[in-house]
């Protein structure tokens, strides 16, 4: 990792990730590979002016599927790694996942 940037990937944004967002101030982002909790931590306090209870990484596996006619294993999506990160009592949400006002 050369800096905050390459660590976060991307948000998820899906039906529990809106839930647990708006209800529980946990936010989901799909993170690099070698990216540890410090690092998580340190990005989203540093990018987004916020402070961070929490951060719980875990990594998500492919997902696999067979082919019809050998019977074959075959990787349909490749395995990642998310990190879901708990937002301090006072602080301020993430406008990323608002949506739209």
């Known amino acids: 990792m050369s800096t ?5 990937l ?10 647990q967002s708006g209800k ?3 936010y989901t982002f799909k993170v690099a590979r ?3 909790r410090g690092m998580v931590k340190d990005a ?3 990018l987004f002016d916020t402070d961070v209870d929490r951060v719980n990484i875990l990594n998500a596996p492919a997902k ?3 082919r019809a006619r050998s ?12 990190a879901i990160v708990t ?5 301020k949400p993430l406008e990323i996942f608002e949506g739209v006002k």
Do not use: F, H, M, N
């Not at 294993?73 to 790694?81: D, E, G, H, N, W």
């Open 44 to 46: 989203i306090e540093t």
């Open 10 to 19: 991307t948000p998820l944004i899906t039906e529990k990730s809106s839930y």
């Open 64 to 66: 696999r599927g067979r």
């Open 34 to 36: 070698d990216a540890t």
């Open 24 to 26: 529980l101030r946990q």
């Open 71 to 82: 019977r074959r294993l075959l990787v349909r999506r490749p395995a990642y790694k998310k």
């Open 4 to 8: 905050i940037y390459d660590v976060l």
């Open 87 to 91: 937002l301090s009592e006072g602080s």
